[in-house]
């Protein structure tokens, strides 16, 4: 695999054996926020110190909340960031390393099925993508997501070639909340660098009502309706919190 000049390398072995510039082999605690902050300090750090090369084990994740496949596509995450932000970067070879045998077929699949998908189904974005604020009598459809950033979100998702913005939503909202849509409208469109922790994306949001009966796809943890007076008692990935926020507001 390779990533901007970069040689990813998925290996079954003790990390003592293995001769790299830079071992990272922990974080300091376990969770999402933490696992992405670890791997984007230490490609900096990588680049700050011109090294070539640099390993990272599972940072402990097999012991937490953070399952292993999610954490292994943060750190694609942030190896194609630093990709993108650095052209001119120093390092040559990044070596994800594990021993055991389930959690590396585990690191291993998901590390190679995202890169995949990143590269060959996505492309180099930024990417166009829409969320949907779907209003029921009782309030608004969220989703649990089960990939990183995890935490509840507006159904939503990125735009297919040859599709608008309205059939997008109106797609999204299907395969993901059951739900046709009705008066569907633009609300805003939302685009700071950095709103989406994976990569840089530019949403445009939606308002719509809901019609039938909400059930979560296959992309989805579970799905809820939020009634309006809970929307900010939960944990929201991406920038979805403010979203609604300036919905409530307006």
């Not at 990390?15 to 902050?37: F, H, N, Y």
């Not at 040559?92 to 389930?102: H, T």
């Not at 609300?187 to 809901?210: E, L, M, N």
């Not at 019609?211 to 939960?234: H, I, M, Q, S």
Request: one cysteine or more; aromatic letters at 8%; charged letters at 30%.
């Amino acid at each position: 695999m390779n990533i901007q000049n970069i040689q990813l390398e998925v290996i079954q072995s003790d990390i003592d054996a293995l001769d790299v510039d830079i071992k990272i082999t922990q974080c300091e605690s376990l969770d999402q926020e933490t696992v992405r902050g670890t791997v984007a300090g230490s490609l900096r750090d990588a680049q700050e110190n011109r090294a070539r090369s640099i390993l990272f084990s599972d940072l402990g994740c097999r012991n937490s909340n953070v399952p292993l496949g999610g954490a292994a596509k943060i750190m694609v995450q942030e190896i194609m960031r630093y990709a993108r932000m650095h052209p001119k970067h120093s390092l040559e070879r990044i070596v994800f390393c594990i021993k055991e045998d389930e959690p590396f077929q585990i690191f291993d699949k998901a590390i190679r099925g995202y890169v995949k998908h990143l590269q060959e189904d996505l492309g180099p974005g930024p990417y166009v993508t829409v969320d949907i604020i779907i209003e029921l009598e009782e309030g608004i459809v969220l989703i649990e997501r089960s990939n990183p950033p995890y935490g509840w979100a507006l159904p939503g998702g990125f735009l297919d070639y040859g599709e608008s913005l309205e059939q997008a939503a109106a797609r999204e909202a299907k395969e993901e909340t059951n739900l046709d849509l009705v008066n569907l409208r633009q609300f805003h469109t939302y685009s700071k660098p950095g709103r989406d922790p994976r990569f840089q994306t530019v949403s445009t949001v939606f308002i719509a009502q809901g019609k039938g009966t909400p059930r979560f796809g296959d992309d989805a943890k579970n799905l809820k309706v939020a009634r309006y007076e809970d929307l900010f008692k939960l944990e929201y990935a991406f920038d979805h919190k403010d979203i609604i926020r300036e919905y409530r507001e307006q």
